[in-house]
């Protein structure tokens, strides 16, 4: 906004508190040039706007500083759904080497976004296509794991409760280390333990570790599934 423009504002503002609007012409001024600089890059439209905002949620009297956080949090939002990519297709005369015409098209395109002569780009899909092939689909599946298959296989004579849980899993069984065991009270992702009670002593200092859980446990697992 400019210094012209403030009047109109501190109007508006006037309709929902007569207080804003001085009587002596000097202060009016130079609460108009303290307005104008806080509002410098709000444009005119949504500080009126946002002058109704205000006093839709709010009782007390109105500040620039308040018009000033509600266009920065609108720009924030604009640009957080802004991909700025200046796809080909759009600007086919855009030279990818012209770095200086390249910075000039990008702030264009984003100063349009703020103002809101033109849509946020949201960030397209992977691919266009109707059906994504098969490649491409088995690479998608393979994202976020952390081991290879190769490395699994490998692995799994180092792990074999891990590669039995795993074996379960692909073939659509129940994972009995995903529910504690009823019978030796093994907690979730931990294996079966055996139980040897000795006359005198805490049969829990005789537990031990076993791989193969109780048929408890896989019934637990198979009512949990």
Known sequence: MN???IPQLLKQVS??????LPEDRQELQGLAALWAGVLTDVPAEFAMW???QHYAESPFPIKPSDIASRWRAHV???????TGTLEPTRYPELDPDDVAGF???LRAERHAVIMGRA???PL?????????????QERLDRIGRYMPDHARETLAQYRPVRAARERLIRTGQPDPLAVPCPWCGAAIDQACRGRRVTPGRDPESKRQGIRAPHPSRLDAARTAA
């Open 50 to 52: 946002a002058v109704g």
């Open 3 to 5: 210094p012209e423009q």
């Open 124 to 136: 397209k899909a992977i691919t266009g296509a109707d059906a994504v092939p098969d490649e491409v």
């Open 119 to 121: 849509e946020p780009t």
């Open 15 to 20: 309709y929902a508190d007569p207080r804003i």
């Open 103 to 105: 910075m000039h098209t």
């Open 76 to 82: 924030r939002d604009r640009m957080n759904r802004h």
